[in-house]
C-alpha cells in the first residue's frame, strides 16, 4: 500500500518551459488536491477535486492546470512555468465523509525550481 | 472565510518536558474540523490528532493532545515528554464539514518545534 505517490520528486525549469507533476493514490480515495508551500506561507490550494471528472479552483489557481485522470490520478500541469513558481508541490487525497473526521494523506512532495 | 493564525515564534523544548504550540483560527461555520500536521527536515507532511467542533472532550493521540478551547477559538497542541524526534515544523489546519472546495484545508503558517538533548 504506497499511499500517495509523486513524480518526479525534483525538477528544474526554465522560465517559460511546461511540465506535469503526477500525482497517485491506491487508497480509493474520492477527493484528492494540489496543495503550493512557500516559506513562511504554510500550505496553499492549488485546485481540488472532490471526484472523478470534477475539479475545482483553490486558493491560488492561476498559471496552473489539472486534469482527474481516474480516481487514482490527479496531475498538475505548468504550461508555462515562471520564477514565481518555485515552490515545493503536495498532493494530497482523503475519503469523502461528510459531517466526521477525514484527514489528507499526503505525497512526499515535488520540489521545483524555475530559473 | 476561514483563517488560521500561528504566530509563536520558533519554539524551544528540552527533552522530556512538555511543550504547546498555539493556533487560534476564525471561521462562522458552527461545523468545522481541526488538524494538526507535523512536518519534519524531510519534508513530507505527518498527520497527528484531529477536533471536531462538536466534540465533547479533547482529543488524545499517545503523546499528543488537543486543548480545545471553542470560546476562544484556540486548538493548541500538547505534545508531552518531548522527543528528538519531535523537532520538526507543525501546522494547524481546519476545514468545513461541507463537501466540495470549501471543504479544503486551510493551514496556518507553522511553527518550528526544537527540542535540545
Known amino acids: 500500500n504506497a499511499g500517495v505517490t509523486q513524480t518526479p520528486k525534483f525538477q528544474v525549469l526554465k522560465t517559460g518551459q511546461s511540465m506535469t507533476l503526477q500525482c497517485a493514490q491506491d487508497m480509493n480515495h474520492n477527493s484528492m488536491y494540489w496543495y503550493r508551500q512557500d516559506p513562511g506561507m504554510g500550505l496553499r490550494l492549488i485546485y481540488y477535486s472532490a471526484s472523478e471528472g470534477t475539479t475545482d479552483k483553490g486558493e491560488v489557481p492561476n498559471g496552473y492546470n489539472v486534469s482527474r485522470l481516474n480516481k487514482r490520478e490527479f496531475s498538475l500541469r505548468l504550461e508555462s512555468a515562471a520564477p514565481s513558481q518555485t515552490s515545493v508541490y503536495f498532493c494530497?487525497?482523503?475519503?469523502?465523509?461528510?459531517?466526521?473526521?477525514?484527514?489528507?494523506?499526503f505525497g512526499p512532495g515535488t520540489r521545483l525550481t524555475v530559473t | 472565510a476561514q483563517k488560521i493564525t500561528q504566530t509563536q515564534p520558533g519554539m524551544f523544548v528540552q527533552e522530556k518536558e512538555a511543550v504547546t504550540l498555539d493556533c487560534t483560527y476564525d471561521t462562522s461555520d458552527p461545523s468545522y474540523g481541526l488538524f494538526w500536521y507535523k512536518q519534519p527536515s524531510s519534508g513530507e507532511m505527518i498527520f497527528l490528532i484531529y477536533?471536531?467542533?462538536?466534540?465533547?472532550q479533547n482529543a488524545t493521540e499517545g503523546r499528543y493532545s488537543l486543548n480545545f478551547q471553542k470560546a476562544r477559538k484556540s486548538a493548541n497542541l500538547v505534545i508531552s515528554a518531548s522527543q528528538l524526534g519531535d523537532s520538526a515544523m507543525y501546522f494547524c489546519?481546519?476545514?468545513?464539514?461541507?463537501?466540495?472546495?470549501?471543504?479544503?484545508?486551510?493551514f496556518g503558517k507553522g511553527i518550528t518545534l526544537s527540542v535540545r538533548p
Open positions: 489546519a481546519m476545514r468545513r464539514y461541507y463537501t466540495g472546495a470549501n471543504s479544503k484545508l486551510t
Open positions: 494530497a487525497s482523503s475519503g469523502r465523509e461528510e459531517y466526521s473526521k477525514y484527514e489528507q494523506y
Open positions: 477536533q471536531g467542533s462538536y466534540d465533547q
